[in-house]
């Protein structure tokens, strides 16, 4: 029964490179959210995700960052052309259905990915 | 725009102490779900205590209680008989409720449990 699993934990780009984020959500989950976190501040979200939808991306920065989360496979968030102010950790969480619908409120987080620009 | 603010950004206390921990928020809306989360060293984000807002009863999860007070639009975090196991960054948070939506957090507050 695993839980919700990103990878890398650690990942290091120099600036400019690609930053690939994996988050596998947990068994029979079809709903992913993308959180972003800065050094001593809360978690920020980006992104919302059903299977081959976006649902709410509003609060996902408009140039070099993307995600997906296909039928098939993990939800991937990709930056390109990282710069160091995308150094942060990464948080995936998932949920059975929309979080907030039908008095589902449990969103299951993974650890996170730290993402190094250097 | 829903905003949830702690306005401690750190706060520390001695072991077996009670410590309560302040948040508020501000939304137009009536129905609503409001979250502590602790995010230890490890970084995994753990759920500690919900609550409903159409529930006037304050919840409770052993240690763990909330002061609800809805007019007031604020959320406090009481842990009693701290343990040097509850250091950590703890978060505030908010749902809607009846909506498909993203939960939305404060930006936390360090609270480290001296020996």
């Known amino acids: 029964n695993a839980g919700v699993m990103q990878n890398p934990r650690h990942l290091v780009r120099r600036r400019g490179q690609e930053a690939r984020l994996r988050c596998s959500p947990m068994?029979?989950?079809?709903?992913v959210y993308w959180y972003r976190q800065l050094p001593e501040e809360g978690l920020k979200f980006m992104v919302y995700?059903?299977?081959?939808?976006?649902?709410?991306e509003s609060g996902m920065p408009k140039e070099r960052f993307s995600a997906e989360f296909p039928k098939e496979g993990p939800s991937i968030l990709r930056i390109q052309q990282v710069v160091r102010g995308d150094s942060a950790a990464y948080f995936c969480a998932s949920s059975l259905s929309g979080t907030g619908v039908k008095g589902n409120t449990e969103a299951f987080f993974g650890q996170g990915t730290r993402l190094t620009v250097v | 725009a829903q905003t949830v603010t702690q306005s401690q950004p750190e706060m520390s206390v001695q072991e077996a102490e009670t410590v309560t921990l302040s948040c508020t928020y501000d939304?137009?809306?009536?129905?609503?779900?409001l979250f502590w989360y602790k995010q230890p060293p490890s970084r995994q984000m753990i759920l500690v205590i919900r609550q409903e807002a159409y529930k006037q009863q304050n919840a409770t999860e052993n240690r763990f209680s909330v002061n609800f007070q809805k007019a007031a639009k604020s959320f406090s975090l009481k842990i009693s008989d701290s343990q040097l196991g509850d250091t950590a960054m703890y978060f505030c948070?908010?749902?809607?409720?009846?909506?498909?939506?993203?939960?939305?957090f404060g930006k936390g507050t360090r609270l480290h449990i001296l020996p």
């Open positions: 068994k029979g989950h079809s709903h």
């Open positions: 939304t137009s809306e009536n129905n609503y779900y």
């Open positions: 948070a908010f749902l809607f409720m009846n909506r498909d939506d993203k939960i939305i």
């Open positions: 995700l059903q299977k081959e939808n976006i649902i709410d």
